[in-house]
C-alpha cells in the first residue's frame, strides 16, 4: 500500500528590491514573473513602468527553480499537483516578504501587485489572501483564478492583453472583465497590439493607472 506524506520544512526565497534615491515613505510595487522568468525580468518589467521610479520596486522569484529549454534559470509558481498546498505556502512566502520589507524600508500606505502571466493569479492571491490589503492589482497576460472569490479586496484593477496573445485566450480575458464587472471592481481594460509580453501600448495604460496612487 502506498501512502503520501506531506512534510513541511523550511525553503529561502529570493526577493530583489529597488529603492528609489529619494527618502521615503515610500509606495510598494511588488511583482510576480512568469512561467520560467525569474525576479531580474520582472524587476526590468516594472522599471519600464512609466513613473514607477518613485516606487519601491520589489520583484518575487516563484520557490520552484528549474532550467529551461534554453539551458538558462528560471523558476515556476506552481502546478497542478497538490496546488491548493502550493497556493497555502505561496501565501505563507508572500506574507514574509511583505513582513520583511515593511521592517527593512519605510513603506506608506499605498501597495500595488503587478503580475505577468504565470504571475497574475499570485497577484490576485497575494491581494485576497495576504494579510496586507492592496490599494490595486495589475494583471498583464494571465488570469483571475476560479477559486478566488471577494474580488473587491483589490480595490482597483488594471487587466491587460496583447491581440495575439495565445496564452491567455480571447474568451479567458472577457470571463475575467464580467467578473470584476460583476462584483463591482474598478478595473481598467487595456487591450493592445502585440502577443505575450509588453508592448509600448501597455506600459503608457499601466504607467497611467500607477499615477492614480502616487500622484504622478
Same mark, same amino acid.
Not at 33 to 39: D, L, N, P, Q, V
Given at each position: ?11 529561502s ?12 515613505p515610500?509606495?510598494l ?6 512561467? *520560467? ?6 524587476l /526590468? +518589467?516594472?522599471e @519600464?513602468?512609466?513613473? !514607477?521610479?518613485?516606487? %519601491? ?5 516563484a ?9 538558462t ?26 513582513s ?18 504565470q *504571475? ?6 497575494? /491581494? +485576497?489572501c495576504? @494579510?496586507?490589503?492592496? !490599494?490595486?492589482?495589475? %494583471? ?5 483564478p ?11 484593477v ?12 480571447r474568451?479567458?480575458?472577457e470571463?475575467?472583465?464580467k ?16 502577443g ?9 495604460s499601466a ?5 492614480r496612487f @502616487?500622484?504622478?
Amino acid at each position: 500500500m502506498i501512502s503520501e506524506h506531506h512534510i513541511l520544512t523550511g525553503v529561502s526565497g529570493r526577493v530583489l528590491v529597488e529603492k528609489p534615491p529619494h527618502e521615503g515613505p515610500f509606495p510598494l510595487l511588488l511583482g510576480f514573473h512568469g512561467y *520560467g522568468r525569474s525576479a531580474e525580468d520582472e524587476l /526590468a +518589467l516594472l522599471e @519600464s513602468l512609466p513613473g !514607477s521610479s518613485s516606487w %519601491l520596486r520589489c520583484a518575487v522569484e516563484a520557490l520552484h527553480p528549474f532550467y529551461t529549454g534554453g539551458g538558462t534559470c528560471g523558476a515556476s509558481w506552481m502546478t497542478s499537483r497538490n496546488r491548493e498546498r502550493m497556493i497555502d505556502d505561496n501565501t505563507r512566502y508572500m506574507d514574509a516578504v511583505l513582513s520583511d520589507l515593511e521592517t527593512a524600508y519605510p513603506l506608506g500606505d499605498i501597495l500595488v501587485y503587478h503580475g505577468f502571466s504565470q *504571475g497574475a493569479p499570485m497577484a490576485c492571491r497575494a /491581494a +485576497l489572501c495576504c @494579510s496586507r490589503r492592496p !490599494s490595486g492589482v495589475m %494583471l498583464l497576460g494571465g488570469d483571475i483564478p476560479p477559486e478566488c472569490r471577494g474580488l473587491g479586496r483589490m480595490e482597483s484593477v488594471h487587466i491587460a492583453r496583447g491581440d495575439g496573445d495565445r496564452l491567455y485566450p480571447r474568451e479567458v480575458f472577457e470571463r475575467d472583465l464580467k467578473r470584476l464587472h460583476d462584483e463591482a471592481v474598478p478595473f481598467v481594460q487595456c487591450d493592445f497590439h502585440g502577443g505575450h509580453e509588453a508592448a509600448p501600448e501597455y506600459l503608457v495604460s499601466a504607467g497611467g493607472f500607477l499615477a492614480r496612487f @502616487s500622484g504622478g
